[in-house]
Nanobody, 125 residues
């Protein structure tokens, strides 16, 4: 069992930056692919970014490519999301998710077994 706890959300002006963290419990964090999803009010939850268990492979939604960066520190059992050049349309609750890494790309919600409670990110115009 893995428990995930996000932190770092808040209010920022458009063009600003925020860094999210997701701390994991358990002894097998290094076996998990990790991802960030987000859900805006009235919208479906959508994929943002993902990272392989080693950190050697990352991929992003087109909407955040070039602005967001996902990374991880397996010694700290933490995954990060650095968000730059934020836009009002980035406003959402951001969720951390994890699953056993079998070497494939995982971009759908149903592919992830573990979820955090979410952290609010609000970008003002």
């Amino acid at each position: 069992q893995v428990q995930l706890v996000e932190s770092g959300g808040g209010l920022v002006q458009a063009g600003g930056s925020l860094s999210l963290s997701c701390a994991a419990s358990g002894r097998t964090f290094g076996r998990y692919a990790m991802a960030w999803f987000r859900q805006a009010p009235g919208k479906e939850r959508e994929f943002v970014a993902a990272i392989s268990r080693s950190g050697g492979s990352t991929y992003y939604a087109d909407s955040v490519k070039g602005r967001f960066a996902i990374s991880r520190d397996n010694t700290k059992k933490t995954v990060y999301l650095q968000m730059n050049s934020l836009k009002p349309e980035d406003t959402a609750v951001y969720f951390c998710a994890g699953r056993i890494d079998t070497g494939l790309r995982y971009v759908a919600q149903y592919e992830y077994s573990y979820w955090g409670q979410g952290t609010q990110v609000t970008v003002s115009s």
